[in-house]
């Protein structure tokens, strides 16, 4: 009885705390709503595409698969949108070595290591002129690994119902 006394006015103020205070907050513009140098549909393609590509034709990878899409920069599904890449392959008992080739084909291609200042990335990831690349074991299939690929939110066309492409013709 006593708890409950001293726990009721504090769920109030709990409760009531965020009433009022979206109107003191400012909105802030998102700064992929609308991108400084728009890129065309090709040029999306080409910074994430490519890249794929020159990777899995320096490491030598199993069971090579890869897909491009885009993907809306916002919740909205909305322009602007940006190139992505996923390429999976089987990974060995080991799967480090793997990644660690690569890690270093990356490099060796005049990617930087971490994510680009500002950002925060899940998993091991580079960069390089604004694309984002991440590698690691790929969640949905267990025994799999994923290299993906990130471009910059710089294409404004209209791509909100359109599905991934299959790009695995163009890896090997």
């Known amino acids: 009885m006593e708890i409950t006394r001293?726990?009721?006015?504090l769920l109030i103020v709990f409760a009531l705390g965020g009433c009022g205070m979206s109107e003191s907050v400012?909105?802030?513009?998102?700064?992929?709503?609308?991108?400084q140098d728009a890129l065309?549909?090709?040029?999306a393609r080409a910074q994430v595409v490519d890249?794929?590509?020159?990777?899995v034709r320096?490491?030598?990878?199993?069971?090579?698969?890869?897909?491009?899409?885009?993907?809306?920069?916002?919740?909205?599904g909305e322009p602007p949108f940006q190139g992505r890449v996923e390429v999976t392959f089987r990974l060995p008992a080991d799967p480090e070595p793997v990644y660690a080739q690569i890690r270093d084909a990356l490099l060796?291609?005049?990617?930087?290591?971490?994510?680009p200042d500002g950002q925060v990335v899940h998993g091991a990831s580079l960069h390089r002129d604004g694309v984002?690349?991440?590698v690691g074991p790929r969640a949905l299939d267990p025994g799999y690994g994923s290299l993906q690929f990130y471009g910059e939110c710089g294409n404004t066309g209209?791509?909100?119902?359109?599905?991934a492409v299959d790009i695995t013709g163009e890896l090997r």
């Open 6 to 9: 001293l726990l009721a006015p």
């Open 26 to 35: 400012p909105a802030q513009d998102n700064p992929f709503d609308a991108p």
């Open 40 to 43: 065309s549909d090709e040029q």
């Open 51 to 55: 890249p794929a590509v020159a990777v």
């Open 58 to 76: 320096a490491v030598p990878l199993d069971d090579v698969t890869g897909g491009f899409s885009f993907g809306s920069c916002n919740d909205q």
């Open 108 to 115: 060796a291609q005049g990617w930087t290591g971490g994510a």
């Open 132 to 134: 984002k690349a991440t």
């Open 158 to 163: 209209e791509h909100g119902a359109e599905g």
